[in-house]
């Protein structure tokens, strides 16, 4: 049952519990496994691969059943139905859409005798990480290959972990193929992540690896970072509701379950001016458990991370929220944009009551891979910048390094940097003769 705190130094130490809530696990032991099934992968390639999917996934493959065949990829789309392909097509193009319009722009400025600019190129090779496990997602293989392509990224490749039977959900290999994705591989866990970082004999080392996953993914990414880039360090999800007197009870606690059903670590959060609509959303959350498919898991989350905290004011509920910086932000308030500028801190912010969460997470276009457990106080969702760096372009005449020649000098020289001073001055001394 969700709980209910109406003091607000309570309500702030159990917001930063929550937060923590991924600390609560046991992660010193599982960085040393996780450590070790990267040196492994490093060490033996794909017999590695095939070593940890008999062991985690109790499937036993050949080398050659790693990567997913032409004639799978075909037949995924006989077996699911038009409606779902139909519906992965348009969330493809509203994703691509979104992306586009966020593509940076190369650009150079002239000015007296000098160039400046930046010059935007994709990497050469991402890997998309898509989990499975508990459900299967072909939203996040869209989330995360859109804007891949987006950017012009050559190589894109994808690893997903096999179901009992070896095969990969159909839909995903589906959203797969209409954003662009025909080479993937049937690995999952920490050493997915390590193929795509160092590479064996069939998969390629990438140079940024994106998407989700459990927490050995999660340590995985956070171990080979620096080797190449990553999108984020993902915990579990969580959304926080800020609702007025004008929210509908029915509609805020599907909201909240529709966070809890993603895992037993996922966090729903109700900030709410309203004593009534906390008892309402409370009675109601547990009304629309009674039948829920998924209720034992979604129960979980609800009882260790689920709870309603009144407040005085929406104006302390954005404080409370700027504390937590949550991932997702539903304002289910009479006038969400005269709020917005009170939130600081949040990974996406759905407006008003007509947009819930899952608006966003299969087809509004912005990305639904966002930070979580307080990262959205310093960054961002993915997005085309993800799979794209900047160089710096400079260009100084002789004229323009003359005129500041001296105060470069003075700056080497200062810092006991001989020959920094040398290239320039030797540079004008040059041009002096």
């Known amino acids: 049952m969700l709980r209910i705190i109406n003091q607000v130094a309570e309500a702030t130490t159990e917001l930063q ?111 998309l990480y898509v989990p499975g496990g508990r459900a299967a997602y072909p939203s996040t293989v869209l989330m995360n290959a859109v804007p891949a392509k987006v950017a012009g990224v050559e190589r894109r490749v994808m690893v997903t972990p096999p179901g009992a039977d070896g095969k990969i959900t159909p839909a995903v290999l589906v959203a797969a193929q209409e954003a662009g994705i025909e080479e993937i591989y049937r690995i999952g866990g920490a050493h997915a992540i390590a193929a795509l970082a160092y590479g064996t004999e069939r998969i390629p080392e990438v140079d940024v690896i994106t998407g989700p996953g459990n927490l050995y993914v999660t340590l995985a990414k956070k171990m080979v970072y620096g080797t190449v880039g990553i999108d984020s360090l993902a915990g579990p999800s969580e959304v926080l509701v800020i609702a007025d007197q004008n929210a509908n009870p029915v509609y805020v606690a599907a909201d909240l379950l529709a966070q809890a059903e993603h895992d037993p670590m996922a966090a729903a959060i109700l900030l709410t001016t309203e004593e009534k609509l906390a008892q309402q959303v409370q009675e109601e ?63 996406a912010i759905f407006m ?19 930070p979580t457990s307080g990262a959205a106080r310093y960054a961002s969702a993915l997005g085309v910048e993800t799979f794209m760096k900047h160089s710096s372009l400079i260009e100084y005449s002789q004229t323009a390094l003359d005129h500041v020649s001296q105060a470069i000098q003075t700056l080497a020289e200062a810092e006991g940097l001989h020959s920094h001073s040398e290239s320039v001055r030797l540079r004008r001394e040059n041009n002096q003769e």
């Open 17 to 127: 519990r929550i937060s923590r809530r991924t600390h609560d696990q046991q992660i010193a032991g599982k960085e040393e496994a996780v450590q070790e099934i990267i040196q492994t992968v490093r060490k033996k390639g794909d017999q590695a691969l095939l070593d940890y999917t008999a062991k985690f996934d109790q499937l036993t493959l050949t080398v050659d059943q790693l990567r997913v065949s032409g004639s799978e990829l075909d037949a995924a789309y006989q077996q699911v139905s038009k409606e779902l392909i139909d519906a992965i097509a348009l969330a493809r193009q509203q994703i691509e859409a979104f992306h586009r319009q966020r593509t940076p722009k190369s650009w150079v400025e002239f000015g007296n005798q000098t160039v400046l600019g930046k010059r935007y190129t994709p990497v050469d090779r991402a890997g």
């Open 285 to 347: 959350v547990q009304k629309q458990l009674a039948d829920h498919p998924r209720r034992t898991l979604t129960e979980k989350s609800i009882a260790n991370y689920g709870v309603v905290i009144i407040v005085n004011s929406l104006k302390e509920a954005a404080e409370l929220s700027n504390i937590f910086a949550p991932e997702h932000l539903e304002l289910e308030v009479e006038d969400p944009w005269e709020m917005l500028h009170l939130i600081r801190h949040a990974g």
């Open 352 to 370: 008003g009551h007509s947009t819930p969460e899952a608006v966003g997470d299969y087809l509004a276009g912005p990305n639904h891979t966002l």
